[in-house]
């Protein structure tokens, strides 16, 4: 059997054998949500798991928009993520380019500094954050987690690895031609780092996304709350409304979707552009 025009071979066999068991593995709870999405909160959790709902809820999906204020949570959601994530692709981007084309004193020490503050928790320091946003009289406020995610040490290394991968030749011709290095950065380095800016573009969307605890911590108005803070809203006291809950998350999960979808075509070149590893 050929497939491709190679040969299937035993190994080969095991090999899409393997990665076939791996994704229905990984879709799986795609598929429990959806289907539990459809269902009563007391039919959710009933076992064998009917994946298909004989008598289906529609109306979860109707009630997930009145039961709380989810399209202004999707609004601030959306509105949060799209800040952080242009101000990420804005600070890394340039930041990277001084660290990988430019020549100053304590470069790589500043470097192999900033780069070893992705190895601390953010645990260690949020209370830190929290007391430093609190006398800027920050809290409550967007601005506060703005302000905190406009800047990602592992964007910087991303968007580095990837210039180092640029002939420097290219740079220093363009200051031949008289180009400064904000013209470099901007008319060169940026148009061929498109690879890069939509993987750093896909990973920073998804986090701040699906982020529960910075909100959690700095927003305790109604109005100023996430998605993700808005689905706890489903639990009272006494009971949660799980077939809600997962309504909801499907329509919190589509717009990862579409950027995803949007941007994979350029995720795996970037990934392997950059030398990540995963």
């Known amino acids: 059997m050929r497939i491709a025009g190679q040969k299937l071979t035993g190994k080969l066999a095991a090999i ?3 990665v076939i068991l791996i994704t229905i ?22 076992f064998p798991i009917e994946w298909i709902p004989s008598n ?19 609004y ?23 660290f990988a084309k430019l020549d100053f004193p304590y470069k790589n020490a500043l470097f192999l500094g900033y ?52 002939p420097t030749e290219l740079c220093e011709a363009a200051r031949i031609d008289g180009m400064n290095e ?23 969307f998804v986090t701040t996304w699906n982020d529960f605890l910075g909100p959690m911590i700095y927003l305790t108005k109604t109005e100023l709350k996430t998605i993700q803070i808005g689905l706890r809203m489903f639990i009272s006291q006494y009971s949660a409304e799980y077939g809600l809950i997962m309504a909801a ?17 350029f995720f795996v070149e970037g990934v392997a552009s950059s030398g990540l590893k995963g």
């Open 16 to 18: 899409y054998v393997t």
């Open 25 to 46: 593995i990984m879709l799986l709870p795609f598929a429990w949500m959806l289907s539990a999405s459809l269902k009563l909160s007391s039919e959710v959790f009933v």
């Open 56 to 74: 289906p809820q529609w109306q979860n999906y109707v009630d997930i928009w009145t039961k709380i204020p989810l399209a202004l949570f999707i």
């Open 76 to 98: 601030n959601t959306s509105k949060l993520t799209i800040i952080v994530t242009l101000m990420q692709l804005f600070t890394s981007s340039f930041a990277a380019y001084a």
């Open 115 to 166: 780069i070893a503050t992705i190895a601390m928790p953010w645990q260690v320091y949020m209370v830190p954050q929290f007391l430093l946003m609190r006398e800027f009289g920050l809290n409550n406020t967007h601005l506060a987690l703005i302000c905190l995610q406009a800047f990602t040490a592992f964007g910087v290394f991303l968007m580095r690895q990837f210039y180092m991968s640029i």
């Open 182 to 204: 904000y013209q470099i950065w901007a008319k060169i380095m940026l148009p061929l780092s498109k690879p890069a800016l939509s993987t750093l573009t896909i990973f920073t």
């Open 249 to 265: 998350s499907v329509v919190a999960l589509i717009p990862v979707l579409i950027v995803f979808l949007s941007l994979q075509r």
